[in-house]
């Protein structure tokens, strides 16, 4: 057995979930090997530097081609069909990227590919949450080489910085033609990424808001001073974000994004099922609604039943204070 996590890219530097991707690896318990897919450049340095000294990797491999700049999902797949004789597992971070590349791959070569999964039972079953996360499905695979993308919150990230995996082998291997297919026009970073907040799916501290808020204004005006006290990102239901409080890239839940931080607090939102799985494992949640029968109280471990428009303020002064005191 031999497995190959598939390194993820972010802002320039390697993205954190393909630790947690590396964790759900060592639980099959076979070598582990990470690849890196790139263009030549300080970027691609950075990744590779990071990639390094993550513990208990035994090869680094790195692709490089110009087309790998912004690499199109087709072509990474076209690489890991190549790749994958020599692995009997292939894991990935859930990322938005790796949701489309490694299906792709899984296709071509004829396999399964099992998204999402939540722990390894074993080299052959996993599991992964179906039906919003309102059951675990435990899947056995018995296709020769099993293809996988890891929720990042379910397992913790592997150790890694300067005392890592030092005895790692690295190896260049060869890029796949460009396949042209499809070709990345331009980037834009949404508000998220432009306040300088830290990031949604990582951060330790997150303020989400709903429907309660009421607008875009009030969203802005009673949620960021309280994000700014706890240093936490901002996230939004999916009735916020269609009533233009928030932009798409900050909505949390099923068809948004997963998050598990240490403190997540709900402001004017009921915790439809669709919005709880994807905060319900944050290690405390604090909820404030006006309605004492909201199910956000149900998961809450600290709930407040108030209006958010006098309660919110007053929280945020009050910690603001606290904060002062303390510095
Ligand atoms: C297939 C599918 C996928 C979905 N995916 C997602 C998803 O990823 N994420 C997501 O969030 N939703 C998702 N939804 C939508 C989900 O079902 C809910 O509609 C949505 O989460 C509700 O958002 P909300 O809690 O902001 O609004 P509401 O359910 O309308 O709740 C608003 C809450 O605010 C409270 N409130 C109102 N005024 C105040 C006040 N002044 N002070 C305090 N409290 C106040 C109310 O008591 C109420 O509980 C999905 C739905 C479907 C069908």
């Known amino acids: 057995m031999r497995s190959l996590v598939l390194a993820g890219r972010k802002n320039g530097a390697l993205d954190p979930a393909t630790l947690n991707a590396?964790?759900?690896?060592?639980?099959?318990?076979a070598?582990?090997?990470?690849?890196v897919v790139g263009s030549e450049g300080a970027d691609l340095d950075a990744v590779l530097r990071d990639a390094a000294g993550i513990c208990g990797i035994s090869k680094l491999l790195c692709a490089t081609a110009a087309h790998y700049?912004?690499?199109?999902?087709?072509?990474?797949?076209?690489?890991?069909?190549?790749?994958a004789s020599g692995y009997t597992h292939l894991f990935a971070p859930a990322t938005a990227f790796w949701k489309s590349a490694l299906p792709r791959a899984a296709a071509l070569l004829d396999v399964a590919p099992i998204s999402d999964i939540v722990a390894v039972e074993s080299p052959e079953i996993f599991v992964r949450p179906v039906h919003a996360a309102s059951a675990l499905m435990r899947v056995r695979s018995?296709?020769?080489?099993?293809?996988?993308t890891v929720r990042p919150t379910a397992?913790?990230?592997?150790?890694?910085?300067?005392?890592?995996?030092?005895?790692?082998?690295?190896?260049?291997?060869?890029?796949?033609g460009d396949l042209a297919m499809s070709r990345i026009v331009s980037r834009a970073a949404g508000e998220e990424g432009c306040s300088g907040r830290p990031d949604l799916s990582t951060a330790r501290a997150v303020v989400s808001?709903?429907?309660?808020?009421?607008?875009?204004e009030n969203y802005r005006r009673?949620?960021?001073?309280?994000?700014?006290?706890?240093?936490?990102?901002?996230?939004?239901?999916?009735?916020a974000v269609d009533g233009g409080f928030a932009s798409s890239e900050m909505q949390v839940g099923q068809t948004g994004k997963i998050v598990a931080p240490d403190l997540y607090v709900a402001v004017g939102l009921s915790g439809a099922i669709q919005h709880l799985v994807g905060m319900k494992d944050s290690r405390f949640i604090v909820a404030i609604n006006k309605d004492a029968e909201a199910p956000i109280f149900q998961v809450a471990d600290c709930g407040l039943v108030a209006d958010v428009f006098d309660a919110l303020p007053e929280l945020t002064e009050a910690l603001r204070k606290k904060l002062n005191d303390c510095l």
């Open 22 to 29: 590396v964790t759900a690896a060592t639980r099959v318990g």
């Open 31 to 35: 070598e582990i090997d990470l690849l």
């Open 69 to 83: 700049a912004d690499p199109s999902p087709e072509n990474v797949a076209a690489l890991l069909v190549g790749l």
């Open 142 to 148: 018995l296709d020769p080489v099993k293809l996988l």
């Open 155 to 176: 397992f913790e990230a592997a150790p890694s910085g300067s005392a890592g995996s030092k005895n790692a082998l690295f190896e260049r291997i060869p890029a796949a």
């Open 209 to 216: 808001g709903g429907r309660g808020l009421g607008s875009a």
């Open 222 to 239: 009673l949620l960021v001073p309280l994000a700014d006290c706890l240093g936490a990102a901002l996230g939004a239901t999916r009735a």
